[in-house]
């Protein structure tokens, strides 16, 4: 068999190499796999894609891509899948947080026929407002959303064939790609890795990050809260009706008098700020379609290992 890793790499020069090392060591395990280990550079600006370069030059195979700016990992991981060949191919991270020694427990796995092993991590080790976070996104998003999202399952993971050719068949623009592989299906089973505190450099999840991405969770899987706004709109409108009955039969009985004043100023704003979240909601739906009917390209390619001539500052 064949087997791709695919690597997104963002300033990562310190990990790369040492990453490279691990990867080498643990599929010498697996002397009958073909490997091909696919990097791709979101456009760091530091050493990444010279380290990148030389790690292709001593080693066969090694590819790269590298992108013409920072696109994001979403995008990083999606042209890694594109390129990668394999009958597998794991996507890992390379802060070494996904410890390469579990690719031949996942081989495993993908050769006793599951299309998708997760490689899940505990949260030990985590600190405590990160831990907080996540379970409270989990909890959140799997409330909110139709497919089932794993605490603790990022993108460390295998995926047959199969598996790849169905996320490649989905070309929307805002890809979640936790919810995407849960949505695909097949078989799936989960391993368990502990978590490995980052070696070098630093996460790049601020927490507004996380809030946004936890936000790109819940609307990228269905339309729940529009409905919400629609149960919420009709809701409020016959809490108005009732009321405006019971004013007017007020009226009608006993002669209009003029006070009222706090009602009217606490329905007018109560109701402004309702109808400002559920435009905003509409808007978040509307710029989705925006960037969607765009159909622009993912990413784009700066150079790769057999695009270089064109592009290396030699050839000028
Ligand atoms: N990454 C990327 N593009 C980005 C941000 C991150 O390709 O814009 C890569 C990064 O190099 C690493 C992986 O995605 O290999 C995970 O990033 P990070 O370690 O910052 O996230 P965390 O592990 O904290 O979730
Ligand atoms: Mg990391």
């Given at each position: 068999m064949?087997?791709?890793?695919v690597?997104p790499?963002?300033?990562?020069?310190?990990s790369?190499?040492?990453l490279?090392?691990t990867?080498?060591?643990?599929?010498?395990?697996l002397?009958?796999?073909d490997?091909e280990?696919?990097?791709v550079d979101?456009?760091s600006?530091?050493g990444?894609?010279a380290?990148?370069?030389?790690?292709?030059?001593?080693?066969?195979?090694?590819c790269y891509?590298?992108?013409?700016?920072?696109?994001?990992?979403?995008?990083?991981?999606?042209?890694?899948?594109?390129?990668a060949?394999g009958d597998?191919?794991v996507?890992m991270d390379?802060d070494?947080?996904?410890?390469?020694?579990?690719?031949?427990?996942?081989?495993?796995?993908?050769r006793?026929?599951?299309?998708?092993?997760?490689?899940?991590?505990d949260?030990?080790?985590d600190?405590f407002?990160r831990m907080?976070a996540?379970r409270?996104f989990y909890r959140?998003?799997?409330?909110?959303?139709?497919?089932r999202?794993?605490?603790?399952a990022?993108d460390?993971r295998?995926?047959?064939?199969?598996a790849?050719?169905?996320i490649?068949?989905?070309p929307e623009?805002?890809?979640?790609?936790k919810g995407l592989?849960s949505?695909?299906?097949f078989?799936t089973?989960v391993v368990?890795?502990?978590n490995e505190t980052?070696q070098?450099g630093?996460?790049?999840w601020?927490?507004?990050?996380l809030?946004?991405?936890?936000?790109?969770g819940?609307l990228?899987?269905?339309?729940?809260?529009?409905?919400l706004?629609?149960?919420?709109g009709?809701?409020?409108?016959?809490?108005?009706?009732?009321?405006?009955?019971w004013?007017?039969a007020d009226?009608?009985?006993?002669?209009?008098d003029?006070?009222?004043y706090?009602t009217i100023i606490?329905?007018?704003?109560?109701?402004g700020?309702?109808?400002?979240?559920?435009?905003?909601?509409?808007?978040?739906?509307?710029?989705r379609?925006?960037y969607?009917?765009?159909?622009?390209?993912h990413?784009?390619?700066?150079?790769?290992?057999?695009?270089?001539?064109?592009t290396s500052d030699?050839?000028r």
């Open positions: 064949r087997l791709s890793v690597v790499c963002f300033n990562e020069e310190a790369v190499e040492r490279h090392e990867v080498s060591l643990a599929l010498a395990e002397p009958d796999v490997v280990v696919v990097y979101d456009g600006q530091d990444t894609l380290a990148l370069r030389r790690l292709a030059a001593a080693d066969p195979a090694v891509t590298s992108l013409s700016r920072n696109f994001g990992k979403e995008a990083a991981m999606l042209a890694g899948l594109q390129r060949t597998a191919v996507i390379a070494l947080q996904h410890p390469p020694r579990m690719l031949p427990e996942m081989v495993a796995l993908y006793q026929g599951f299309d998708q092993v997760i490689a899940r991590r949260r030990r080790g600190r407002v907080v996540s409270s959140m998003i799997n409330w909110w959303i139709d497919v999202l794993l605490d603790g990022g460390f295998l995926l047959s064939r199969l790849v050719d169905a490649l068949a989905m623009y805002n890809r979640f790609s592989f949505w695909i299906g078989r089973v368990a890795h502990h980052r070098t630093r996460s790049r601020s927490f507004s990050k809030f946004n991405y936890a936000f790109d819940l990228s899987f269905n339309n729940r809260p529009l409905r706004a629609i149960y919420g009709m809701f409020l409108t016959l809490i108005a009706l009732a009321y405006m009955t004013v007017v009226a009608v009985e006993k002669g209009i003029v006070p009222g706090t606490v329905s007018v704003i109560g109701l700020g309702i109808q400002m979240t559920i435009l905003g909601v509409i808007g978040e739906y509307i710029g379609i925006y969607e009917t765009k159909r622009r390209p990413y784009l390619v700066q150079e790769t290992e057999h695009l270089v001539a064109e030699a050839s």
